[in-house]
């Protein structure tokens, strides 16, 4: 009987590992996926407070200033809403990928 748990533990391993590995490779896309869009953010966010010190440095009264700093809200206020959004969808993506790998699981259990 031990023999023969023994020669399935063997001819399982391999695939065990193959899976270890494949989710190793998925996990480090993903990872590199959320470095990029988190660059991508920072680089945005840059350019908006580029424009803005462009556009206070040339401001020639109060109201050109004032002007510069609404703009800079919304713009900021446009990110945010976008990077929500973002957001909103990845969750959602990850909510619907447990539950498929729920409802593998619990097929191959019955």
């Known amino acids: 009987m031990k023999k023969l ?9 391999p ?4 899976d270890d590995n494949k989710g190793a490779q998925k996990r480090k896309e ?10 991508s953010n920072i680089d945005k966010r840059i350019s908006a407070l580029q424009e803005t010190k ?18 800079a809200r919304s713009k900021a206020k446009a990110m945010r809403e976008e990077n929500k959004a973002k957001r909103e969808e ?18 191959k259990e019955s």
């Open 15 to 18: 695939l065990s590992f193959a």
């Open 54 to 71: 462009s556009c206070i440095s040339s401001a020639s009264d109060k109201e050109s200033l004032k002007k510069c700093r609404e703009s």
């Open 90 to 107: 990845m969750k959602a993506k990850w909510k619907e990928m447990k539950k498929k790998r729920k409802e593998a699981r619990k097929n």
């Open 5 to 13: 748990i023994c020669i399935g533990l063997l001819l399982c391993a």
């Open 30 to 39: 993903r990872f590199e996926k959320a470095k990029q869009m988190a660059t």
